[in-house]
């Protein structure tokens, strides 16, 4: 066949000297053999991010994308079972994801299990069977997290009775569960303190002894009112704790380097003439700590909008309270913006996954888009920077 | 009908009373309680019989439109094999559930209905539908639409989302 097409070709040559044909005759040289090699992790960028999947349309492969910003690359991928929550140790050297399996795919006995993978190599090296308790839901910071010296990690449980599971990352073991009855989710601060969002609008404190046991527990006055204007449990992390945005874009930040939280007067996102513009998403908000910057996805909408996404990024001065800059990223082509997170470098970008599971790169200074990268992933809902 | 009407008081009181304290345990009895009389319960075929008549053809179960599906978030069970009120064969139904509070156009009434996840198979995948009309974080469960409502099933995974009246909410 090969010698036909080339006397075909040479043919219609003769017959009508099409250009280029002078140039296509030569035959190159066959490739070389090549080498089958496993790509290893380069060292980290400024501008990596964690893209966590649900994979909302088969739920049981959801998955951990990891994306370099700045070569557009994936760089590798950690597998997530079934709606996990993900979380990465303070050292940045571990990733945990907090999963559950069933024996045979998508029936079958169920396992629920922390599994960590080196950040390094995202090799999965080891892992803690949990009790069949681990919180179902959707990813916030605070499904799985570490304390603030990585002794323990704490996984939130609902059977729908809520209580948290206390582990040892360093020794594969469960030390301990604690009853939160009312209060859930698990909020760290400190080596030793654990507290949970309560449907009272309170924050329920738990301290821990050496051994992962309570050792005191203390209930806040209320910071928010559940009925009228609930935060959204996606909280964000700031420098001393982590600020809570509600639905009606109330800024209420939680100082938790203290025995008992603190709580700063909150603040509107929302200003004059502005009353029908909210916050709303999976992951609502990303503050550059250092520069004080906070990022909102904003949309028009009322009662029921608050899981809509962003048609515009709003820009926040963190300490005066003020808003720096409106991004139109609708108007430039996004769809609406679910998930956003910010890079905590010098010359920081912002990631931005939309409805249609794109994934926006974005100058964190100018509101200048970098990069749109197409379909990472089914559902990103939720980015973590390194 | 004693029981029944005193069942739907305290769910209307409950429902009016929302700046009151509720424990966990409470609101999630009283989703368990809707549950508990789904056999019981009416279904308003009439008022898509009227709302027929006149105008634009009302959204039907399998579309997200569709007035019952108001705080929902899933796949219809109506595209998955099953309909708005059962679910699929070869799943079993969440004994757990949350509610919301629709209203109906055909009627004008608002009615209490309770979303039961069905499970035992891998997401239905197809028809995915979220609105969050009065839906609540997390940490106030029974009127939350994020959690997997399997997680209590002897099969936790989650495959779709069905839509039942309770009953009239009074509020």
Redesign the interface.
């Known amino acids: 066949m090969q010698s036909s097409a080339r006397w075909m070709a040479a043919l219609r040559c003769a017959l009508v000297l099409l250009p280029g044909c002078a140039a296509a005759a030569p035959i190159p040289p066959p490739l070389p053999p090549e080498r089958l090699t496993q790509e290893v992790l380069p060292a980290r960028g400024p501008h990596w991010v964690y893209v966590v999947d649900y994979a909302f349309d088969n739920e049981i492969d959801a998955r951990v994308h990891l994306y370099d910003a700045d070569t557009h690359r994936r760089l590798g991928q950690i597998d997530a079972g079934f709606v996990p929550g993900f979380a990465l140790s303070p050292d940045r050297t571990m990733s945990v994801v907090a999963t559950t399996y069933f024996a045979r795919g998508g029936h079958g006995a169920r396992t629920d299990v922390v599994e960590f993978t080196d950040t390094a190599t995202l090799t999965t090296s080891r892992e803690i069977v949990l009790p069949p308790k681990r919180l179902h839901a959707i990813p916030t910071l605070f499904n799985v997290a570490y304390s603030g010296d990585g002794r323990f990690l704490y996984v939130s449980y609902v059977t729908p009775a809520a209580s948290f599971g206390v582990l040892d990352p360093a020794q594969g073991t469960v030390l301990a569960e604690i009853d939160t009855a009312g209060c859930m989710l698990v909020i760290p601060s400190g080596p030793n303190r654990v507290s949970s969002l309560c449907e009272s609008g309170r924050l329920l404190t738990v301290t821990l002894d050496s051994q992962g046991h309570e050792a005191a527990r203390s209930m806040s006055a209320p910071f928010f009112d559940a009925d009228r204007d609930p935060v959204f449990v996606q909280g964000i992390s700031t420098a001393r704790g982590f600020a809570f945005l509600s639905f009606l874009g109330q800024v209420h930040e939680v100082d938790l380097t203290g025995a008992e939280p603190a709580f700063a007067t909150p603040w509107s996102l929302i200003g004059p003439g502005e009353g029908e513009w909210r916050p709303g998403g999976a992951q609502v908000g990303a503050i550059h700590r250092a520069l004080g910057r906070l990022f909102v996805p904003m949309h028009r909408g009322g009662e029921g909008t608050h899981k809509d996404g962003g048609s515009e990024l709003w820009v926040y001065d963190l300490a005066a309270h003020r808003r720096v800059a409106r991004w139109r990223l609708e108007a430039a082509g996004l769809k609406p913006v679910v998930a956003v997170e910010v890079s905590q470098d010098a010359a920081p970008v912002v990631f931005a996954a939309t409805e249609a599971a794109d994934l926006a790169i974005i100058d964190a200074g100018s509101g200048r888009i970098r990069h749109v990268e197409k379909r990472l992933g089914q559902t990103p809902w939720q980015l973590l920077t390194p | 009908m004693h029981a029944f009407d005193r069942l739907f008081e305290q769910s209307s009181r409950a429902l009016a009373s929302?700046?009151s304290?509720?424990?966990?345990?409470a609101?999630?009895g009283q989703a368990l309680t809707g549950v508990a009389l789904l056999p019981l319960l009416p279904i308003d075929r009439g008022s898509q019989a009227r709302a027929a008549d006149a105008g634009p053809k009302p959204a039907g179960p399998e579309n997200c439109e569709y007035w019952k599906y108001?705080?929902i978030?899933g796949s219809l069970c109506a595209c998955c094999g099953g309909t708005s009120t059962s679910c699929p064969p070869g799943t079993g139904s969440s004994p757990?559930t949350w509610v919301g509070t629709c209203r109906n156009p055909g009627d004008g009434r608002d009615y209490i209905v309770s979303y039961n996840d069905c499970c035992?198979?891998?997401?239905c995948?197809?028809c995915?539908c979220?609105?969050?009309?009065?839906?609540?974080?997390?940490?106030?469960?029974s009127r939350n639409n994020?959690?997997?409502w399997?997680?209590?099933n002897a099969?936790?995974?989650?495959h779709c989302t069905v839509s039942v009246i309770v009953g009239v909410a009074e509020i």
């Not at chain 2, 035992?120 to 997401?123: A, C, I, N, P």
């Not at chain 2, 979220?130 to 469960?141: A, F, H, I, Q, V």
Request: proline fraction near 5%; charged fraction near 30%; hydrophobic fraction near 25%.
């Open positions: 929302r700046t304290r509720r424990s966990l345990i609101v999630l108001c705080a978030d757990i035992g198979k891998t997401s995948g197809t995915d979220n609105r969050n009309e009065r839906e609540k974080p997390l940490y106030r469960p994020d959690l997997n399997c997680m209590a099969n936790a995974n989650y």
